[in-house]
C-alpha cells in the first residue's frame, strides 16, 4: 500500500544531515555546557556557535535568542513571561482568535485569573488579519501584540512586516502614558509572532518583520523534536516560568539540549536555504491538489485564502461528512492527514480555527488538512485524487446532514 | 512516494483495542470491520415510508446527529428492520451498526427488550471503545428509545411511552441532571469544564457541590473513574 505522509504542519521527519550534525552531541561530546572543564567547553562552544548561525539567519545578534523546549513554551514565555513582566506598564493584549493553542490559551489564562483583558481578533472569510484591524485595537494600556506568521491550520500568511512597521511608528508617536509609568516609554505594545509555521517557507528577517518576539520551533523543519527558540529583542523584559541554574539568562534554567538545539541550527539553515525552491515545487503540487479535489468531489470548500497561503497547505471542508471517519478512512487506504473535527481533539471541541472564519461546527467537523512536504511528489497527489472520491461518497451515504449550500458555493 | 523508512503513524494492521485506559484512539478490529463495513444504514434510494417508526438524536453542532428508521410488527412488537444514518466519528458509525445488528439478530428483539440497551452492551459487543469515544455509542441508545416511543405515539399505545425524565440542578440555569451527564460525555470531568459547557452554578454557586457530586458519578459510571 503507498505511503502518502500529508501531515507535515505537524511534524516533519528529521533531516539526514540534521541528524548527522546532531549525532556527536549524543554521543563522545555529551558534555554540560555549564561545567567548568574540557568536556563542558566543547559542548558550550557547540552551543554558541549554533546560537550563531541561528542569530545570522535571522537577522538578529546572537544573545537575543533564548532556547527553549518547543514553540508552546516559546509562546508561553512571549505571552505569560513578558505580560507577568510588564504589567506595571498596562494590563491589555490583543491576539487573534486563531493562534495557536499555546498563544490563545495562555492569553484566556491571564484573562480569566491574572486580571489582564484580552481582545480577540477574527480574522475575515479568508482566513486573514488586516493591518487596520490591529491598529484599531491598540489602546494606551496594550502592552502586547501577537498574530501568528502563518496559521498552521488553514496555512494563511499575515502581513507580519506591515504590522510590526506600523506598531514601531505607533510606539514612537504614543508614548506610552498609563498614569503608574515612567513617563516618555516607548516601549508598548510590543509585538510577537508565532512563525512555527512560517520556517520552511517565508522570510525570517526580523528587520524586515519588525517583531519584538518570535517563536521558532524545531519540529516543523525536519528539526527534533522537543527543542525551540524565542527571539526576545535587547530590552524587551521576560519573567521566567520556571526556576533554577542560570542557562538562557536565567529566563529559561535547565541544562540545554545541547544536540537537539545544533539539530534545529542545522535545520534552520536548511529550511532557509532551500525554501524558495522548495516553496516553488510545493505550490504547484498543492494548487493540482485543490483544483483535483474541486474538480472530483462535489460540495467542498477551501478554507483559508486561495493564495496568501502557505505553499504546503490545503485545508478542505468536505460538506456533510465528519472529519475523524474520513481520517481514518484515509488512514486504510495508507495516506494520513489530519481534522478539525472535535472527535479528533481531547476537549472534543472543533477547530476554533475554522470557527473563526465565521462558520458553523458541521463545516468545522467536516475540514481536513493536508500539509505537503519534501517527500511529495505529483504521484502522491494524483494517488490522493484517486482515492477520496469514493471514500467521500462512501461516509456521505451515511451522512443524514445536508450542510446549507450557502457554505460551499 | 513518501519513504522515511517509519512505520506508518496510524493503521497498522493489527492495531488493537485500547487497555490503556482509554488514552489511545485505535479501535478493535470489530469495531473498524462495522466502520468500513456498515451494516443496515439507510439507502439513498430507501423509501422512508417503509418504516413506521424513526428516531433522532443529537445535531450536526455537538457534532453527532443519528437519525433511525425501524419496522416493527405490530402484532409482536419485534423490530424486523433497523436502518440509520449518522453524522459521526468512527464510534458513531461502528456502535450504530453493531446496535443495528442486536436489535435485528435472530428474529428482532421486542421493543421491550430494546429499550433495556445499554450503551455498555454495546461496547461490549464492540470489544470496548476509547473512553473519549463513549458518548458516540451512548448516542444509538437513546435514538433507539426515541423511536420506540415513536411507534407507540403513532399507534396511540401513549400509556406505553417512556420520558426520560431530567432533573433540574440549577434553577437558576435551568441545567439538568441530563445536561450534567451530556458534558461528562463530551470529556468535562472537572467542575470547571462543566461550567464551561452548561453555565451551571455560575450564578448560583450553592448548587455547585451537588454538581460535583453528579460530575464524579456520571464519571464513575462512564469512565470508571
Known sequence: MPNVYLDHAATTPLDPRVLEAMLPYLKENFGNPSSFHSVGKDAKDALDDAREEMAKILHVRADELLFTSGGTESDNLAVLGFCRANQSHGKHLVVTAFEHHAVIEAAMHLEKKEGFEVTYLSPDHDGMISLEQVMAAIRPDTILVSVMYANNEIGTIQPIGEIGNAIQKHRKQNPNTMPCLQPGNFQFPVFHTDACQATGALDLDVEKLHVDLMTINGSKMYGPKGVGALYVRRGVKIQPLQFGGSQEKGIRPGTENVAGIIGMAKALEIAQGERVAESQRLVVLRDMLIAGIRERVPKVRLNGHPTKRLPNNVNISFMDLEGEAFILYLDASGIYASTGSACTSTTLDPSHVILALGLPYEVAHGSVRFSLGHSTTADDIQYVLETIPPLVAKLRALSPVRVDPKYYV | ?225
Open chain 2, 1 to 225: 512516494m513518501s519513504d522515511y523508512n517509519q512505520p506508518p503513524v496510524i493503521g497498522k494492521a493489527g492495531d488493537v483495542t485500547t487497555k490503556d485506559g482509554g488514552k489511545s484512539w485505535f479501535y478493535t478490529d470489530v469495531v473498524k470491520d462495522h466502520f468500513f463495513n456498515p451494516r443496515n444504514f439507510m439507502h439513498e434510494d430507501a423509501n422512508p415510508d417503509d418504516y413506521n417508526a424513526i428516531g433522532k438524536v443529537g445535531s450536526p453542532a455537538c457534532g453527532d446527529e443519528l437519525r433511525v428508521w425501524m419496522k416493527v410488527d405490530p402484532a409482536t412488537e419485534k423490530i424486523l428492520d433497523f436502518r440509520w444514518k449518522t453524522f459521526g466519528c468512527g464510534s458513531a458509525i461502528a456502535s450504530t451498526s453493531m446496535a443495528s445488528l442486536m436489535v435485528t439478530e435472530n428474529g428482532g428483539m421486542t421493543l421491550s427488550e430494546a429499550r433495556t440497551i445499554k450503551p455498555q452492551h454495546i461496547m461490549d459487543r464492540l470489544g470496548g471503545l476509547p473512553a473519549r469515544k463513549f458518548h458516540c455509542s451512548v448516542l444509538c441508545d437513546k435514538a433507539l428509545r426515541d423511536a420506540i416511543n415513536d411507534f407507540y405515539r403513532r399507534t396511540d399505545q401513549v400509556d406505553k411511552m417512556v420520558v426520560e425524565a431530567s432533573r433540574i440542578i440549577d434553577p437558576v440555569s435551568k441545567v439538568t441532571d441530563h445536561d450534567i451527564e451530556e458534558a461528562v460525555l463530551d470529556g468535562a470531568t472537572t467542575i470547571e469544564a462543566v461550567q464551561a459547557k452548561t453555565k451551571v452554578g455560575i450564578g448560583n454557586p450553592s448548587v455547585l457541590p451537588a454538581v460535583e457530586e453528579l460530575i464524579r458519578f456520571y464519571r464513575e459510571k462512564y469512565f470508571g473513574a
